[in-house]
C-alpha cells in the first residue's frame, strides 16, 4: 500500500516562505519521479514542480519559476518543496504524486498514487 503524506502547510502573509514535505512508504521511492501540484477553490488541479529519480532533473511551472526549489532526499523517502516570496495567489491545496517511472512529467495522468494535500494559504 502506497501512503503519500504531505506537511508543512500553513497561513503566511504575502513576501513569506512555507517548506512542504511529502513523506512516502509502500514503494521504493528512490526509483520514482515525483511532483508537486495545486487546486485552488473553483479552480482545476494545475502542475508545479516535478523531479526525477535521482534529483537531477526537475520542472517548474512558469508561474512559481525562481521563487519555489523541489528536492528530494531518497535516504528519508521525502520529497519537498520549498516556497519563497509567496503570493496570494499561491493558496490553494497542494499535493505530492509521485509517477509510474523514473522521469518526471507536468500532467497528472502520468501519477498514480497522491497524497491527501496540505493547504496553503497566503494573505495579502
Known amino acids: 500500500q502506497v501512503q503519500l503524506v504531505e506537511s508543512g502547510g500553513g497561513l503566511v502573509q504575502a513576501g513569506g516562505s512555507l517548506r512542504l514535505s511529502c513523506a512516502a512508504s509502500?514503494?521504493?521511492?528512490?526509483?520514482?519521479?515525483m511532483a508537486w501540484f495545486r487546486q485552488a477553490p473553483g479552480k482545476e488541479r494545475e502542475f508545479v514542480a516535478a523531479i526525477n529519480w535521482s534529483g537531477g532533473s526537475t520542472g517548474y511551472a512558469d508561474s512559481v519559476k525562481g521563487r519555489f526549489t523541489i528536492s528530494r532526499d531518497n535516504a528519508k523517502n521525502t520529497l519537498y518543496l520549498q516556497m519563497n516570496s509567496l503570493k496570494p495567489g499561491d493558496t490553494a491545496v497542494y499535493y505530492c504524486?509521485?509517477?509510474?517511472?523514473?522521469?518526471?512529467?507536468?500532467?497528472?495522468?502520468?501519477?498514480?498514487?497522491w497524497g491527501q494535500g496540505t493547504q496553503v494559504t497566503v494573505s495579502s
Open positions: 509502500g514503494r521504493t521511492f528512490g526509483i520514482y519521479g
Open positions: 504524486a509521485t509517477a509510474q517511472s523514473r522521469n518526471y512529467y507536468t500532467i497528472y495522468t502520468a501519477y498514480d498514487y
